[in-house]
């Protein structure tokens, strides 16, 4: 390994990093990550900080998680990699199969496709669900929609159905015959309307309208995350998805959950159709079905549209669509593994209980630090904090003070993620309560020093 200074000196002169400009990563000296043991990342000059971001959202179990670690040894001795492309499989994905089969018998949820992460769950859904119309004698049904602020990845299909300018009008333009409607977002709406359960009505009444005006037989499939992430962690009313799912069925529609960030318990429910009590024709998965340690995904596929893939006569149901890592013998032991860490750990109760504590801790705050806008969450580890440079306005903050807050947060013992004017909390799920208290201290230190 290089030593310290090259690395510090080199960091974007040969890479470009996602998310970012070029000529700011130039300008802006990134941390840089070395180590990890438990909840803690360690950077390059020695300083140890709770992780408060989890990864990106996926490293559930924390840094440690030996048989995770163990699985994806033994695999890469035994067997590192084979298709699973027509005529070929391999032991550890039909294994894995039938596990994440009976992890998602609740939400009705079957069979399962794997790809290498979200943004291939997501291509991969909205694929099949074009082909299960195509199948059924109505290739008439092309059209998604989608939540504003929603986010799905940015492959071309995820993009369009995104619902953030930041990931759209770069690539412009995108697919057509992708439609959005607003978010259930109580603090900035269209409607102006502050109350969940109303605004839940709302957008449902939008989605309605746009279905109308679309015509429903125009229409493959609505994608939506259960409990919005990327977008500001925006948690719908209790009555907003199952409003969407009775809308989808009675218009044909198949539902689409995006479960990349909130499957596998970081809702304080083992996926966040069953917080919902929903039961959607597809989930995207990724992220934490391998606790980040291996790029891997699933979409898993309920028992109806099943049986229309595995029923059909007329040859139009081979699936023409794949990736070369779909089903990796060495992510699929990851997952596996993962999957009898995160049940052994009931990862739930703690992302229930310590997502809480975190939530209220970050509302004490609000009453401290006029900075605070809104505070979103109160579902597991999914916790958002919208700053603002007045309550009264809603005026977002200058760009510098979230970064402000962050640094010093970071200097004070956590890292915590900017997206915009939101500070984002999603820490691994075995964080204690200490660590918690760790993330509350160092912000409110971050808020502090504005
Ligand atoms: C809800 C959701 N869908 C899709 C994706 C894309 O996943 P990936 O970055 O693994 O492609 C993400 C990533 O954060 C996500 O949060």
């Known amino acids: 390994m290089k030593d310290e200074n090259f690395l510090k000196a080199n960091n974007a002169r040969s890479l470009w990093h996602p ?10 000296a990134p941390t840089i990550v070395t180590g990890a043991q438990g909840v803690r990342i360690t950077d390059i000059d020695g300083h140890e900080v709770v992780d408060g971001v989890g990864g990106l959202w996926n490293v559930n179990l924390g840094y440690s998680c030996q048989p995770v670690k163990a699985a994806i040894a033994a695999q890469l001795d035994r067997l590192p990699y084979y298709s699973i492309f027509r005529g070929t499989s391999n032991d550890c994905v039909i294994e894995l199969a039938e596990e994440m089969r009976s992890f998602f018998e609740p939400d009705g949820l079957t069979r399962a496709f794997f790809t290498s992460g979200g943004s291939d769950s997501v291509e991969t859904a909205l694929r099949l669900a074009r082909q299960y119309h195509k199948i059924r004698g109505e ?17 071309v299909g995820g993009a369009s159905v995104n619902g953030n300018a930041n990931f759209r009008t770069a690539y412009e333009p995108l697919l057509p015959g992708c439609h959005h409607i607003p978010a259930p977002y109580t603090y900035r709406n269209p409607f102006n309307e502050t109350d969940p359960a109303r ?26 995350e259960p409990i919005l992430g990327a977008g500001g962690v925006i ?56 606790n ?36 990796h013998p ?52 999914m916790t958002a904090i919208e700053l603002v440079a007045d309550r009264a306005t809603k005026a977002a903050p200058d760009k510098a003070i979230p970064a402000r807050v962050q640094e010093v947060a970071y200097r004070s013992g956590a890292m915590v993620r900017v997206s915009g004017p939101n500070i984002i909390l999603s820490p691994p799920l075995v964080l204690t309560a200490a660590d918690v208290d760790v993330i509350l201290s160092a912000l409110d230190t971050g808020f502090a020093a504005l």
């Open 139 to 155: 290739g008439g049904r092309v059209k998604f929609l989608s939540l504003k602020k929603g986010y799905h990845g940015t492959h």
């Open 292 to 327: 980040g340690y291996f790029p891997f995904g699933a979409v898993m596929i309920a028992e109806s549209v099943a049986q229309v893939f595995e029923g059909d006569a007329t040859g139009k149901a081979t699936i023409g669509h794949g990736y070369t890592y779909s089903g």
């Open 199 to 224: 605004l839940a009505q709302l957008c449902l009444a939008a989605l309605e309208d746009e279905i109308a005006f679309q015509g429903a037989p125009t229409i493959a499939a609505f994608i939506m």
């Open 330 to 381: 060495v992510g699929a032991a990851a997952a596996l593994a993962c999957l009898t860490e995160t049940k052994r750990l009931n990862v739930v109760e703690n992302a229930a209980a310590r997502g809480t504590q975190l939530f209220d801790g970050v509302k004490t705050l609000m009453a401290r630090h006029d900075i605070i806008g809104d505070v979103r969450g109160g579902h597991g580890l």
């Open 19 to 28: 998310m970012t400009s070029p000529a700011d990563s130039l300008k802006t």
């Open 235 to 290: 948690p719908p009313h209790p009555g907003f998805m199952p409003g969407v799912e009775a809308i989808c069925r009675k218009h044909g529609i198949l539902l689409i959950a995006d479960e990349v960030i909130t499957a596998f318990g970081r809702t304080g429910a083992w996926t966040g159709s069953r917080l919902w009590g929903v039961k959607p024709d597809f989930a995207c998965t990724a992220k934490a079905i391998t």
